[in-house]
């Protein structure tokens, strides 16, 4: 079964940068619709960033100008440019597609960033 392994979190000092990467261990269709998520200690999962497979964008209302998400179809990957991080952008940071026909992957374990202020 395709796996999604996501990578590059860290500690960061604020306004700090971090890029993220979301590799699937398998052929995933470039149709998914690819979020990222976050959640942190106590709180639900949310959404961060979409993109469609025409590379169309949609931002929390929180990162918009600070975090820019792409994708490479051909490596199977996406990627989450985070700058200008803030405190409150610490969690657990996960990719999955939120619609598509991948839809009902597991999810992977995450990649913890950490901003201190």
């Known amino acids: 079964q395709v796996q999604l392994v996501e990578s590059g979190g860290g500690l960061v000092q604020a306004g700090g940068s971090l890029r993220l990467s979301c590799a699937a261990s398998?052929?995933?269709?470039?149709?998914?619709?690819m979020g990222w998520y976050r959640q942190a200690p106590g709180k639900q999962r949310e959404l961060v960033a979409l993109?469609?497979?025409?590379?169309?964008?949609n931002y929390l209302d929180s990162v918009k100008g600070r975090f820019t998400i792409s994708r490479d179809n051909a490596k199977n990957t996406v990627y989450l440019q985070m700058n200008s991080l803030k405190p409150e952008d610490t969690a657990k940071y996960y990719c999955?597609?939120?619609?598509?026909?991948?839809?009902?992957?597991?999810w992977g374990q995450g990649t913890q960033v950490t901003v201190s202020s």
């Open positions: 999955h597609p939120h619609s598509g026909p991948d839809r009902y992957l597991p």
């Open positions: 398998g052929s995933i269709f470039s149709s998914n619709v």
């Open positions: 993109i469609t497979a025409g590379r169309n964008t």
